[in-house]
């Protein structure tokens, strides 16, 4: 097919004898394979440069060259595909999820994070710290907090300190409660105290 052939031409331009010579015992197979249709997102472009085409696919709303293209780069390990196709998937985007599929949509997320993919890990931590889409576990928001801040985003540092002290601010706020409690039984106490003595006082 024509993509495994732009990948040969490339991995051959950049120095790999195997590729050349597979490209050379092809012969006139290699060029009838060449006049087929061409991909439209060349396979042979920087990750980048093909999820920049892809968005421009995608605003065209040549919205099945858009997919296609972004699940060839995801299946290709390419996180940023992941997270892209993954937003999708999780909000929704007509003409390519007419309706939102969030059990995907997180999965492909998460499985950018795991690749430390810095804002995905952010957006799942905050999904497992809440509870939004995903049943909640601290454990896990915490640790794809701990991927984002380790890029040395800021945000993701600040959140990680947050979560954190987020058990002192509970013991806290426990105790806290306790104290106002128990303040507010003693001051009842306080009062039938007083109400016994005055009941002496006037006898």
Known sequence: QNTPMKLLDKACELGSS???NHIASLGEQ??????????????????????????DFEKQRKYGIAKDALVRLMN???AEASWLLGGWAYYGHP?????????TGVTLIENAARQRHTEAAKWVAM?????DGVDMDRD???????????SGDNMAKDIYRSMLAEPIRQDYARRQQEMEAEAERRKNDWGYQISLANTRWSQ
Do not use: H
């Not at 991909?39 to 085409?53: G, I, N």
């Not at 003409?95 to 059990?103: A, E, R, V």
């Not at 999904?127 to 509870?131: I, L, R, T, V």
């Not at 915490?142 to 984002?148: G, H, K, N, P, Q």
């Open 95 to 103: 003409g390519i999820f007419d309706q939102p599929y969030q059990s």
């Open 18 to 20: 195997n590729a050349c």
């Open 30 to 55: 290699r060029e009838r394979i060449y006049r087929r249709r061409p991909p439209k997102v060349d396979p042979a472009l920087t990750a980048e440069q093909q999820l920049s085409l892809i968005i």
């Open 140 to 150: 896990k928001g915490l640790a794809y907090m701990e991927i984002a801040a380790a």
């Open 76 to 78: 290709e390990g390419v």
């Open 127 to 131: 999904a497992y710290w809440y509870g």
